[in-house]
């Protein structure tokens, strides 16, 4: 049974890095073809991929927050972590990771998601 | 970046009718398209894939069609668990994006 849960603070101050930790079970990212990935959805908005870790540690960022972003694994721990830097209230969202493959970058499982509120 | 964009974005229907959300994406994805559902408060779930490939567990009401640049989630019976955010999401390329979403609302 594959199953993710987020992890992280649920308050941060701006200016401040965010660090959000995917904890996974069911697979393995040291399997090939297996991938995870981050997706934000601001308050009654729509979903925004933010990054993508592969099996084999290719990543991939989304084009206006990577100078902001660093995604990493530990296949030891089944754990995939991501840092956001100088943290905004417009990053108020709640936050998923997600399984996928890193053939198609299709997502079929999901965890609960977080809700990062970004205020002072 | 391919944008992604789906109309309408929102819709109202009874139980029972046929309902088609489009996507069009900013260029030709070659059928790397998922659809997805999302009822408030939960996580998304992942509905077709590959354009037109059912996910497991996913009933048969749900079709996708569509090539090149123009894609359509067509869901026929519409049942009361079916109204949701319907979002489709592009992955021929990074970064990876996501259509802006239809809301399917009860008439």
């Known amino acids: 049974q594959v199953t993710l849960r987020e992890s992280g603070p649920a308050l941060v101050k701006p200016t401040q890095t965010l660090t959000l930790t995917c904890t996974f079970s069911?697979?393995?990212?040291?399997?090939?073809?297996?991938?995870v990935t981050w997706i934000r959805q601001p308050p009654g908005k729509a979903l925004e991929w933010l990054a993508l870790?592969?099996?084999?540690?290719?990543?991939y960022y989304r084009t206006s927050l990577k100078t902001r972003l660093t995604i990493s694994k530990d296949t030891s721990k089944n754990q995939v972590v991501l840092t956001m830097t100088s943290m905004d209230p417009v990053d108020t969202a709640t936050y998923y990771c997600s399984r996928g493959y890193s053939s198609s970058w299709f997502f079929d499982y999901w965890g609960q998601g977080t809700l990062v509120t970004v205020s002072s | 970046d391919i944008q992604m964009t789906q109309s309408p974005s929102s819709l109202s229907a009874s139980v029972g009718d046929r309902v088609t959300i489009t996507c069009r994406a900013s260029?030709?994805?070659?059928?790397?398209l998922a659809w997805y559902h999302q009822k408030p408060g939960t996580a998304p779930k992942l509905l077709l894939y590959?354009?037109?490939r059912l996910e497991s567990g996913v009933p048969s009401r749900f079709t996708g069609s569509g090539s090149g640049t123009d894609y359509t989630l067509t869901i026929i019976n519409l049942q009361p668990e079916d109204f949701a955010t319907y979002y489709c999401?592009?992955?021929?390329?990074?970064?990876?994006?996501f259509g802006g979403g239809t809301k399917v609302e009860i008439k």
């Open positions: 870790i592969n099996w084999d540690d290719d990543k």
């Open positions: 999401q592009q992955y021929y390329g990074t970064p990876l994006t």
């Open positions: 260029q030709g994805i070659s059928n790397s």
């Open positions: 069911g697979f393995s990212l040291s399997t090939s073809g297996m991938c």
């Open positions: 590959a354009a037109s």
